[in-house]
């Protein structure tokens, strides 16, 4: 349990917002934007001063908003341990060039050494209060192994080094706490963070769920459809599943439930429609941000490739809410009683302003790095000359502390993922991991699929989804590239499997958050979205076996690939929600109807299937196309039954 802004005594949330406002000064002045050099390059003198100066602004509050355990009542160690924190990361921004000069992570004076066993308990400190207890236990381990790494079983282990030397490593090399995570976050996420929270502060969330309204509203289903719409788009924008149901889920849900749906079936929509939005461009989550300094490709590369299997994803949920609500006979909401397209975008049209300045900037102008910032500058203005949207004094400090909680945490969860990435580093581990995996699978890459796909799901019910795409990225990805699969489907398949935990029982953390705003049985809600977003479940396999998918091929190949796949979803659906457009209900009773209905899906499957020549089967996509198209072909004759016989069952 975190203390809230609102909760955060006066004092806490003026350094949050001094915080935000001049880690953002920073950002923007490291990418020059105020000048050809940076303003600060009198101070600043390397890129290590940039870095140890975003720790020294924003770790220290991480003790300041969250408390030591749930039921804290004094504080004062709080602001001892953010004191600490400050000095620590004063003193190392200080001799950041004497660190570098004279290689101190390697061979430092004692003094340096003490002050690194400081920050390096410090960030284990700040990553369990922001981080919970699953990643904290697993960081603390991590970055503790190097010390006991020679006197480990042969497999796990690898070169020790001694406390001080760890503890050196950790904190002043660019490996660890200053890693790949942590690089990332400073150099790319923070502008997308703050554009995010600007839209949302500004009132975009209301403007896209009155955008999807006006458009989907009227249609059959229309309020699920709009779900899917809105929250799609939010969580693109916020990078987090369980605030993009908690935000748009208040509006979606009960607009689902006046439309005749299931408390369960709502919440199974939202919990869908967030989990995607994190999967879908132009924004996603930091993980995306990390995933471009792994693979070292611009960002709009990731962005590009994510783009058709979210699509895909969001178009089978298109269809089973499409299919749900021409089996129940459910309608959608009269015209009257919805928003007007145009009144909604006369409101709000700066929103998609802002927008397509920021796509404009990252895929024409290849202005990643910037891109976030003019694209909230120009919202933050237009939405002054909005009366209706205009911020006052408390909107504007409600925006900076919101803006500077979320640097905290990210700094703190991106400062302790480091640590796991720096003792993997410095041992060795990593490699010797790789050939580990590939011996036990013995070169069958279905095989270190299938264990990929397991150990991202399951790192991901305890660990935050950037924390877990990090750690197999380093143990996993390279044991599956070895193995002849392109390294971009292979990030993104770690990706995918990774946030699946948030819509699959028992855990499935998106639909509990549903369920508790559509007051329904968190069990229900897990299991409906399970099957809502069931697609998601193969479309990893599907782009990992085709990078086509992944705009890896030619036009032809991506677009070839991409209609197959969207039969195959559509068919797939079909069979889960007993209805095909176009060819009606596929609810016949008896063996039959089941049968048939098995086969339809099972037959949608191998249609959407590539080939399978890249995991050593001699099966191309002809092959798999003709027997899925004649299976489901022959599932829809056994299954479906006369329209006209057909009474709609609204349970």
């Known amino acids: 349990m975190s203390r809230t802004p609102a909760m955060m005594p006066v004092p806490v949330r003026w350094l949050v917002a001094i915080a935000a406002v001049l880690s953002a000064f920073l950002a923007m002045d490291s990418l020059r934007l105020f000048s050809e050099s940076p303003l600060l390059d009198f101070v600043i003198t390397v890129q290590n001063h940039y870095y140890y100066a975003l720790l020294g602004l924003l770790l ?15 504080y004062w ?87 001080a030397q760890t503890a050196s490593y950790h904190v002043m090399s660019i490996e660890s706490i200053l890693g790949l995570p ?35 509203g009227h249609v059959r289903g229309g309020s699920a459809k709009v779900a899917i719409v809105s929250s799609g788009l939010m969580g693109s924008m916020s990078g987090s599943v369980i605030t993009n149901v908690l935000t748009t889920g208040q509006m979606t849900i009960p ?13 199974g929509v939202e919990a869908c429609a967030s989990t ?58 009269p015209r009257e009683q919805l928003p007007r397209l145009v009144t909604t975008l006369r409101d709000g049209w700066f929103y998609i302003a802002s927008f397509m300045v920021l796509i ?35 909107a504007t400090g409600s925006f900076l502390v919101a ?14 993922v480091g640590l796991i990435v720096g003792a993997l580093s410095v041992t060795g581990l990593s490699g010797t991991l790789v050939n580990d995996l590939l011996y036990l699978a013995g070169d069958s890459v279905l095989l270190l699929l299938l264990m990929g796909a397991l150990t991202s799901f399951v790192l991901g019910i305890g660990m935050t989804v950037t924390a877990a ?46 369920a508790s705003i559509a007051g329904a049985s968190s069990l229900a809600t897990g299991f409906k979205a399970m099957r809502l977003g069931s697609v998601i479940y193969f479309i990893p396999f599907f782009f990992v076996l085709d990078p086509a998918l992944t705009m890896a091929g030619s036009f032809w190949d991506t677009l070839s690939a991409t209609i197959t796949v969207a039969v195959g979803i559509m068919l797939i659906a079909g069979s889960l929600q007993d209805y095909l457009p176009g060819l009606g209900f596929l609810d016949r009773g008896g063996v039959a109807g089941t049968a048939g209905r098995v086969l339809t899906g099972f037959g949608g499957g191998l249609v959407a299937l590539p080939g399978l020549e890249m995991i050593g089967f001699n099966v191309g996509d002809m092959a798999l196309l003709s027997v899925g198209g004649g299976m489901a072909a022959l599932g829809v004759l056994l299954a479906r039954r006369p329209l006209a016989n057909y009474l709609p069952d609204n349970d």
Not at 487 to 496: Q, R
Request: hydrophobic residues 60%; neutral net charge.
């Open 77 to 163: 160690y709080d602001v001892v341990l953010s004191a600490c924190a400050f000095v620590a990361c004063g003193f190392f921004f200080i001799n950041a060039e004497t660190m570098l000069d004279y290689g101190w992570e390697f061979s430092a004076p004692t003094y340096a050494v003490w002050m690194s066993y400081l920050l390096w308990l410090l960030a284990l400190e700040a990553v369990r209060r922001c981080g919970g207890m699953t990643l904290f236990v697993l960081v603390l381990v991590f970055s503790l192994y190097p010390i006991v790494a020679d006197r480990l079983p042969g497999a796990i282990s690898g070169m020790a080094s001694s406390a």
């Open 360 to 394: 404009f900037l990252l895929v024409f102008l290849q202005r990643e790095a910037v891109a976030p910032f003019y694209a909230t500058a120009m919202l933050l203005v237009l939405n002054q000359l909005s009366p209706k949207n205009r911020w006052d004094i408390k």
């Open 276 to 333: 995607g939005g994190v999967l879908l461009p132009p924004i996603m989550g930091s993980t995306a941000f990390v995933m471009a300094t792994f693979l070292n490709v611009p960002y709009t590369t990731v962005a590009l490739a994510a783009a058709i299997p979210a699509l895909l994803y969001f178009f089978g949920l298109f269809v089973q809410v499409d299919a749900y609500a021409a089996r129940t006979g459910l309608k959608g909401t």
């Open 182 to 216: 942590f690089r990332a976050f400073a150099q790319l996420v923070i502008g997308f963070l703050i554009f995010g929270i600007a839209l949302q502060k500004t009132g975009g969330g209301k403007f896209f769920i009155d955008l999807a309204f006006a458009m989907f």
């Open 469 to 514: 795409y990090i750690f197999l990225a380093i143990i996993l990805a390279p044991a599956l590239i070895q193995g002849g699969l392109d390294p971009m489907s292979v990030h993104l398949f770690i990706l995918y499997w990774g946030m699946l935990s948030f819509i699959t029982p028992p855990v499935a953390l998106g639909a509990f958050a549903a």
């Open 60 to 74: 220290p509050l991480s003790y300041l908003i969250y408390p030591a355990h749930a039921r804290a009542t004094h």
């Open 255 to 267: 607009a689902m439930k006046r439309d005749g749906m299931s408390s369960e079936y709502a919440g």
């Open 403 to 416: 803006t500077g909680k979320l640097l905290v945490e990210l700094l703190a969860i991106m400062a302790g």
